[in-house]
């Protein structure tokens, strides 16, 4: 059981790019996945989750309108797609797995699987 993100990179404020986050050894659709991302010496924030399942997203106040988050239940890959990028958006992106749905929520504690992370740098 393992989630694999990718597609990190440096960008210039106003860029985008797009997450990937690869799942294997579970059903995908039977769980939720969020994306959370950590900046250098601030905590572990949600950024999006969404269930294929259910069929419904999520997004935090401070991405709302630039980031959109998207699943290819084919390919158990969720992604993160991120425009209008700013510095403020330079951090460690994670995916994670939901273990047990609750709602949407970016409670790190009901996430019992986590990627590696994927570095995000937006230059000013």
């Known amino acids: 059981v393992q989630l694999v993100e990718s597609g990190g990179g440096l960008v210039q404020t106003g860029g985008s790019l797009r997450l990937s986050c690869a799942a294997s050894?579970?059903?995908?659709?039977?769980?939720?996945i969020g994306w959370f991302r950590q900046a250098p010496g601030k905590e572990r924030e949600g950024v999006s989750c969404?269930?294929?399942?259910?069929?419904?997203?999520h997004y935090a106040d401070a991405v709302k309108g630039r980031f959109t988050i998207s699943s290819d239940n084919a390919k158990n890959t969720v992604y993160l797609q991120m425009n209008s990028l700013k510095p403020e958006d330079t951090a460690v992106y994670y995916c994670?797995?939901?273990?047990?749905?609750?709602?949407?929520?970016?409670?790190?504690?009901?996430?019992?699987?986590w990627g590696q992370g994927t570095q995000v740098t937006v230059s000013s």
């Open positions: 994670a797995r939901m273990g047990v749905f609750l709602g949407w929520t970016f409670d790190s504690r009901v996430y019992d699987i």
């Open positions: 050894g579970f059903t995908f659709d039977d769980y939720a």
């Open positions: 969404t269930s294929s399942g259910i069929g419904n997203t």
